[in-house]
Protein backbone atom coordinates (compact mmCIF):
# COMPACT_ATOMS: atom_id res chain seq x y z
CA UNK A 1 0.00 0.00 0.00
CA UNK A 2 1.15 3.73 -0.58
CA UNK A 3 0.18 6.71 1.59
CA UNK A 4 1.01 9.96 0.02
CA UNK A 5 0.42 13.07 2.31
CA UNK A 6 -0.26 16.06 0.21
CA UNK A 7 0.00 19.16 2.67
CA UNK A 8 -1.94 21.51 0.06
CA UNK A 9 -5.14 18.86 0.29
CA UNK A 10 -5.49 19.38 3.66
CA UNK A 11 -8.72 21.44 4.64
CA UNK A 12 -10.06 22.57 8.04
CA UNK A 13 -13.65 22.54 8.10
CA UNK A 14 -16.09 24.23 10.68
CA UNK A 15 -19.36 23.50 9.12
CA UNK A 16 -22.51 22.45 11.33
CA UNK A 17 -25.45 19.93 10.38
CA UNK A 18 -28.95 19.87 9.62
CA UNK A 19 -30.74 16.85 9.84
CA UNK A 20 -34.76 17.01 8.81
CA UNK A 21 -37.20 13.79 8.90
CA UNK A 22 -40.37 13.68 6.95
CA UNK A 23 -43.71 12.07 8.23
CA UNK A 24 -43.03 9.96 5.42
CA UNK A 25 -39.48 8.89 6.15
CA UNK A 26 -40.15 7.68 9.82
CA UNK A 27 -42.12 4.77 10.88
CA UNK A 28 -44.52 6.45 13.06
CA UNK A 29 -45.23 9.22 10.92
CA UNK A 30 -43.66 11.90 12.62
CA UNK A 31 -41.92 15.26 11.80
CA UNK A 32 -38.05 15.74 13.51
CA UNK A 33 -35.63 18.18 13.10
CA UNK A 34 -31.62 18.31 14.56
CA UNK A 35 -28.84 19.64 13.58
CA UNK A 36 -24.95 20.12 15.39
CA UNK A 37 -23.86 23.22 15.97
CA UNK A 38 -19.80 23.05 15.35
CA UNK A 39 -18.75 25.70 17.49
CA UNK A 40 -16.50 24.97 20.76
CA UNK A 41 -17.82 28.20 21.76
CA UNK A 42 -21.49 27.14 22.06
CA UNK A 43 -22.56 25.47 25.45
CA UNK A 44 -25.96 24.99 25.26
CA UNK A 45 -28.28 27.39 26.69
CA UNK A 46 -32.03 26.80 27.29
CA UNK A 47 -33.94 30.16 26.35
CA UNK A 48 -37.71 30.98 27.20
CA UNK A 49 -40.46 33.53 26.71
CA UNK A 50 -43.39 33.67 27.66
CA UNK A 51 -47.08 33.92 25.48
CA UNK A 52 -47.78 37.70 25.93
CA UNK A 53 -50.76 40.05 24.79
CA UNK A 54 -49.00 43.46 24.11
CA UNK A 55 -50.36 46.77 24.08
CA UNK A 56 -51.31 48.87 20.77
CA UNK A 57 -48.09 50.53 19.60
CA UNK A 58 -45.56 48.72 21.35
CA UNK A 59 -42.40 48.41 20.29
CA UNK A 60 -39.66 45.32 20.15
CA UNK A 61 -36.06 45.70 20.93
CA UNK A 62 -33.89 43.65 18.38
CA UNK A 63 -30.96 42.26 19.89
CA UNK A 64 -28.06 40.48 17.92
CA UNK A 65 -28.07 37.13 19.52
CA UNK A 66 -24.37 36.38 19.13
CA UNK A 67 -22.95 39.52 20.66
CA UNK A 68 -25.98 40.88 22.19
CA UNK A 69 -25.72 43.88 20.99
CA UNK A 70 -28.69 46.55 20.21
CA UNK A 71 -29.92 46.61 16.39
CA UNK A 72 -33.05 48.78 16.41
CA UNK A 73 -36.93 48.62 17.43
CA UNK A 74 -39.65 46.79 15.43
CA UNK A 75 -43.45 46.83 16.10
CA UNK A 76 -44.72 44.23 18.67
CA UNK A 77 -47.37 41.80 17.38
CA UNK A 78 -50.66 41.85 19.47
CA UNK A 79 -50.09 38.33 21.05
CA UNK A 80 -47.06 36.19 21.06
CA UNK A 81 -46.50 32.44 21.42
CA UNK A 82 -44.53 30.99 24.18
CA UNK A 83 -40.97 30.01 23.19
CA UNK A 84 -38.57 27.11 24.96
CA UNK A 85 -35.02 26.54 23.60
CA UNK A 86 -35.51 26.05 19.45
CA UNK A 87 -39.38 25.24 19.90
CA UNK A 88 -42.88 27.51 20.39
CA UNK A 89 -46.17 26.36 21.99
CA UNK A 90 -47.55 25.16 18.67
CA UNK A 91 -44.90 22.52 17.88
CA UNK A 92 -43.00 24.83 15.14
CA UNK A 93 -39.60 24.29 15.53
CA UNK A 94 -36.29 25.61 14.02
CA UNK A 95 -32.79 24.44 13.47
CA UNK A 96 -29.75 26.73 12.59
CA UNK A 97 -26.63 26.49 10.75
CA UNK A 98 -24.07 28.82 9.20
CA UNK A 99 -22.30 28.34 6.33
CA UNK A 100 -20.58 31.12 5.44
CA UNK A 101 -21.25 32.42 2.01
CA UNK A 102 -19.56 35.12 -0.32
CA UNK A 103 -18.89 37.89 2.27
CA UNK A 104 -19.45 40.94 0.10
CA UNK A 105 -22.79 39.43 0.50
CA UNK A 106 -23.01 39.35 4.81
CA UNK A 107 -22.43 43.39 4.68
CA UNK A 108 -25.32 45.13 4.64
CA UNK A 109 -25.48 48.80 6.02
CA UNK A 110 -28.73 49.52 8.55
CA UNK A 111 -30.07 46.21 8.75
CA UNK A 112 -31.41 44.77 12.48
CA UNK A 113 -32.00 41.39 11.31
CA UNK A 114 -29.47 38.61 12.46
CA UNK A 115 -30.01 34.67 12.08
CA UNK A 116 -31.13 34.78 16.07
CA UNK A 117 -32.91 37.53 15.83
CA UNK A 118 -35.55 36.02 12.99
CA UNK A 119 -35.53 32.83 14.90
CA UNK A 120 -36.85 34.18 18.15
CA UNK A 121 -39.33 36.61 16.84
CA UNK A 122 -40.61 34.23 14.16
CA UNK A 123 -40.73 31.42 16.80
CA UNK A 124 -42.54 34.00 19.17
CA UNK A 125 -45.27 34.53 15.47
CA UNK A 126 -45.90 31.71 13.77
CA UNK A 127 -48.18 29.13 14.43
CA UNK A 128 -46.90 26.78 11.66
CA UNK A 129 -44.06 26.24 9.86
CA UNK A 130 -44.75 28.06 6.59
CA UNK A 131 -46.04 31.19 8.67
CA UNK A 132 -42.60 30.93 9.92
CA UNK A 133 -40.95 31.06 6.75
CA UNK A 134 -43.22 34.12 5.51
CA UNK A 135 -42.58 35.77 9.11
CA UNK A 136 -38.79 35.74 8.55
CA UNK A 137 -39.08 37.07 4.67
CA UNK A 138 -41.30 39.14 5.54
CA UNK A 139 -38.56 40.82 8.36
CA UNK A 140 -35.24 40.30 6.22
CA UNK A 141 -37.43 42.17 3.61
CA UNK A 142 -38.71 45.06 6.08
CA UNK A 143 -35.69 45.42 8.33
CA UNK A 144 -32.68 44.15 5.89
CA UNK A 145 -30.67 40.62 6.66
CA UNK A 146 -27.34 41.11 8.98
CA UNK A 147 -25.79 38.01 9.08
CA UNK A 148 -24.13 35.82 6.53
CA UNK A 149 -25.38 32.58 4.67
CA UNK A 150 -27.58 30.21 7.23
CA UNK A 151 -29.30 27.29 6.74
CA UNK A 152 -32.65 26.81 8.87
CA UNK A 153 -34.56 23.72 9.82
CA UNK A 154 -37.93 24.46 10.20
CA UNK A 155 -40.69 21.81 11.33
CA UNK A 156 -44.34 21.68 12.80
CA UNK A 157 -46.22 18.58 13.44
CA UNK A 158 -46.71 18.06 9.71
CA UNK A 159 -44.59 19.56 7.62
CA UNK A 160 -40.73 19.84 7.53
CA UNK A 161 -38.95 22.81 5.68
CA UNK A 162 -35.11 23.83 4.86
CA UNK A 163 -34.62 27.64 4.59
CA UNK A 164 -31.18 28.85 2.68
CA UNK A 165 -30.89 32.51 3.35
CA UNK A 166 -28.14 34.60 2.03
CA UNK A 167 -27.85 38.54 1.79
CA UNK A 168 -28.52 40.47 -1.03
CA UNK A 169 -25.34 42.66 -0.18
CA UNK A 170 -24.49 46.52 0.71
CA UNK A 171 -27.04 47.77 -2.48
CA UNK A 172 -30.02 45.76 -1.75
CA UNK A 173 -32.27 45.62 1.21
CA UNK A 174 -33.04 41.91 2.59
CA UNK A 175 -32.38 38.73 1.56
CA UNK A 176 -32.42 35.56 -1.03
Given at each position: MLFVFAPGFYFHSIACTNFLITKGASVDGSVMITYSADSHVLYGELYYWPSRDWPEGSMMDVIEWDTGKPMGKIPQVKHTYSVVGNMNEHQVAIGETTYGGRSELASQPGAIMDYGSLIYIGL?????????????????????????????????????????????????KGAV
Open positions: QRARTARELIKIIGDLMAEYGYASSGESLSISDPNEVWIMEIIGKGKDE
